[in-house]
């Protein structure tokens, strides 16, 4: 069973940087899709960036501009660089990758933003 690993998460002060790193144990074929959600305590999961194979790329409104995210379908990885964060930014950080009908999800990555 292919897995996602997650790395990269931390606390840091508004204003700074992070990059969350996400490396499937095995190589992924046929990926249609790679992205990065979140989930802040009491709230839903919501989409933060997506990356489709062809390396076409959208985002939230409330990241875009200061994330950006990079896929790399060969190596099954994704990254998420994350600049100018701020506290409504804490939550924890999944990573997906779609491939055909089965969809892979990491453990999450806590990040945490102070005033």
């Known amino acids: 069973q292919v897995q996602l690993v997650e790395s990269g998460g931390g606390l840091v002060q508004a204003g700074g940087s992070l990059r969350l790193s996400c490396a499937a144990s095995?190589?992924?074929?046929?990926?249609?899709?790679m992205a990065w959600y979140r989930q802040a305590p009491g709230k839903q999961r919501e989409v933060v960036a997506t990356?489709?194979?062809?390396?076409?790329?959208n985002y939230a409104d409330s990241v875009r501009g200061r994330f950006t995210i990079s896929g790399y379908s060969a190596q099954s990885t994704v990254y998420l660089q994350m600049d100018s964060l701020k506290p409504e930014d804490t939550a924890v950080h999944y990573c997906?990758?779609?491939?055909?009908?089965?969809?892979?999800w990491g453990q999450g990555t806590q990040v945490s933003v102070s005033s």
């Open positions: 990356v489709t194979g062809g390396g076409t790329t």
């Open positions: 997906r990758i779609r491939a055909g009908r089965t969809d892979y």
């Open positions: 095995a190589r992924i074929l046929s990926i249609y899709i």
